[in-house]
């Protein structure tokens, strides 16, 4: 069993370096066990931190507190090794040191260090009487006053939590199975037998009641979107990123929620797994100290948390409510109590080098092809050009919702490891680090459910502001994804990109025509979005069928049609069904594949609108308001004469069923088609 714990943590160290992973994967829990540590920590304290792994709590307790000196030991030689590479890419002295040391033979004298702290050490030993061994140890080497801290995994919590789990039919949460975990009567047992007082803090309780309960009882785990993913600058070690929050106190009506509680800025950083620092924002000294130790920060990404007054140096307004974004009164007294105008122009320092991005190398675009009558999910075909994509153009990049393997993201990811980022349960962030890529000169293409981009809209609005050029892919769109239900059918994305300055909406509905899509997104200038369907769907065109942005494909038409059935993704095949059906009924039915939204083809609208004496069907699965029948709407604002356009739509709620169950409730499917057509054409007759 010791060489398997041993091997184990050995390999943590292999895998992880210097990152806080390391030795404990839950960001959020890591944080709080440094901070409820560093609450009985004091400065000028000699510390000693029992199973320190690769130093990274060590060194965030030397940054809280100016400690005489600390201390790390750990059984493992690799991660003792990572401990001192990380302080030497610090540039630290001999203020820490880190050796190798079992907790059960401390290779120090007596009553050497004012403070003892253990990290989740003495649950890896095999039994209560190696536990009291570590204890024993860790007590002889605390002097008389001092604190031993044992920050420890405790069985009774686990047995309650994992009871109430049990309660709720979820599975009991399964640990190492070399863990031991501390049992608090028998601790107390043996402490009070050495005449000693024992407090117990349980510092993650609440947290884990949360995240290890709460969190699995929601059916949608999509409703907790940041626990996947705190923030993925710390998981990515983004040491070259550091963040600058202003904390003056003031918001737009008065003060904010934490004022100049700058710590509980800090702890959320913390938490989040970056590297906080806290200064007074008027104190060039501490500034100019702030950003030395950014600098030297590795595996992690820095707040500098300013505190600042707002208006210093201006009487009238310095530390005023009421002055948010309103004129001063006296400008020129304030330019005067400034110090008057003095012109002076402060030269920054410049980056090193030409600053361009690395150069992937690429070769010819080679998109796939699909025989005509195969079924194939469009989903599956932007991620297969995707990749293609990827081997011909080297600007090109992906980043995912941690749904890839539903998007089919994860294929360019398999042929491109090196662009492709996981960006986890975070939307918002996807978009702002694609509007970062597009800044540097790379193609973005970000990939989610499509009602889950409705959480980045803001970032995907302002990155239009911006004149940012991206590219957005939205899955499992309308009530065609079937059992998931409602909260995961996007029943809106059409209106919301349309709506988007600039922006280009594709909609296919064969995997041939998606992959020239694709290969033309690079192209386009602005917000492109494409929407993919979830189920497989015959393929209609030939490989070799151009579909070019802001045009349409006639499907089907003949010299003399009744009306035209205007559909796009999963609708257009509903679309084709119902025109076999009414043409077996005297019905002749020209059927149009509007694939690009926006722009959308006037001219075959209207030619359409011509060729029908003005009857025209649309088709979506997509709310009514500002899809794409409002699309084919917007084609004849300004004509001369208006066809009568029947837009068929999803108009209540859906359920969860089937997706031919649901398109059918909703009214979209071949037989509803069908059925409007004919009352179209026949109220048309009886009034011509």
């Known amino acids: 069993m010791k060489d398997f714990i041993h091997e184990f943590w050995e390999e943590q160290a292999r895998q992880h370096g210097v990152s806080h992973v390391a030795s404990w994967g839950d960001n959020f829990a890591i944080a709080l066990e440094i901070d409820t540590i560093a609450q009985d920590l004091k400065d000028g304290d000699k510390v000693l931190d029992v199973g320190c792994a690769n130093g990274y709590s060590a060194f965030e307790q030397l940054g809280r507190h100016r400690l005489k000196k600390l201390v790390g030991v750990d059984f493992s030689a690799a991660m003792v090794a990572s401990a001192r590479e990380a302080k030497a890419q610090r540039g630290l002295g001999e203020e820490i040191e880190f050796h190798e040391s079992d907790v059960r033979m401390l290779k120090f004298s007596d009553a050497s260090f004012d403070a003892v702290y253990t990290t989740r050490v003495l649950i890896n030993l095999p039994n ?24 420890e995994a405790f069985w009774e919590p686990l047995q309650l939590l994992n009871a109430m789990r049990t309660l709720k039919q979820l599975p009991p949460l399964v640990e190492h199975d070399f863990n031991r975990y501390l049992k608090k009567p028998v601790l107390e047992e043996f402490l009070a037998g050495l005449g000693l007082t024992f407090r117990c803090e349980e510092f993650s309780s609440v947290y884990y009641l949360g995240s290890r309960f709460l ?26 990123l550091t963040a600058i929050l202003d904390i003056n106190r003031l918001g737009q009506r008065g003060e904010t929620m934490h004022g100049w509680d700058v710590n ?66 006296d400008p020129e007294g304030a330019i005067q109590e400034l110090g008057g105008i003095r012109n002076e122009v402060v030269e920054v320092a410049k980056p090193e080098g030409d600053a361009k991005p690395h150069e ?56 491109h490891p090196d662009r492709y980022f996981e960006m986890y349960i975070a939307e918002q962030q996807m978009v702002a680090t694609a509007v970062g890529l597009q800044v540097r000169g790379w193609h973005p293409f970000a990939s989610s459910f499509a009602c889950f981009l409705s959480r980045a809209y803001d970032f995907i609005r302002m990155a239009a502001i911006s004149r940012a050029t991206m590219s957005l892919c939205g899955s499992h769109a309308g009530v065609s994804i079937g059992e998931d239900g409602p909260s995961q059918m996007a029943l809106e994305d059409l209106a919301e990109f349309r709506a988007v300055h600039s922006s280009t909406v594709l909609y296919p509905s064969d995997p041939n025509q998606t992959a020239k899509l694709v290969g033309q997104m690079t192209q386009l200038p602005g917000i ?14 030939g490989s070799d069928e151009e579909f070019p942005i802001g045009g349409s494909k006639v499907v089907r038409s003949s010299e003399d049609d009744d009306v035209a059935i205007v559909a796009a993704g999963i609708t257009l095949h509903e679309a084709l069904k119902a025109a076999d059906a009414l043409a077996g009924e005297g019905v002749s039915a020209r059927v149009i594949d509007l694939y690009s939204v926006k722009p959308i083809d006037v001219e075959t609208l209207r030619e359409a609108a011509e060729a029908t ?23 004849f604002a300004e004509a001369d004469e208006r066809p009568q356009v029947v837009k068929l739509a999803v108009e209540s709620m859906p359920g969860s069923g089937k997706p031919s169950e649901l398109m059918a409730a909703a009214g979209i499917d071949a037989e509803h088609i069908a059925e409007a057509v004919k009352r179209l054409v026949g109220a048309r007759a009886l009034t011509s």
């Open 128 to 151: 209560w009487l190696e536990q009291m061994r570590g204890i024993r140890e860790c007590l002889r080497v605390t002097r008389s006053g001092g604190k031993t801290i044992l920050s």
């Open 264 to 329: 509980s800025y800090a702890n959320r950083a913390r938490a989040f797994g970056w590297k906080a620092i806290e200064i007074d924002g008027h104190d060039f000294e501490e500034i100019d100290r702030a950003f030395a130790e950014a600098i030297e920060t590795r595996g992690q990404p820095t707040a500098i948390i300013a505190r600042t007054i707002k208006g210093k140096g201006v009487k009238a307004v310095e530390n005023k409510e009421g002055w948010h974004g309103k004129a001063l009164d």
């Open 360 to 415: 992937f190398e690429a070769g010819p675009l080679e998109l796939p092809r699909y025989e005509l009558g195969e079924e194939v999910a469009t989903r599956k075909a932007y991620g297969d050009a995707l990749a293609a994509l990827g081997g011909s153009d080297g600007r090109v990049v992906a980043l995912d919702g941690e749904v890839s393997n539903s998007t089919f993201a994860e294929i360019f990811r398999e042929a």
């Open 215 to 240: 969190r699995d009882l929601v059916t949608d785990p999509a409703a907790w979107p940041g626990y996947s993913n705190p923030v993925n600058a710390a998981f990515y070690e983004l040491e070259n």
């Open 613 to 635: 004496n003005g009857r025209i069907v649309t088709v979506e699965d997509h709310w009514p308001e500002g899809g794409l029948g409002e699309a084919v709407l917007s084609a």
């Open 528 to 541: 492109s979005y494409i929407r993919t369907t979830r189920a497989a769907t015959p393929v209609i065109y």
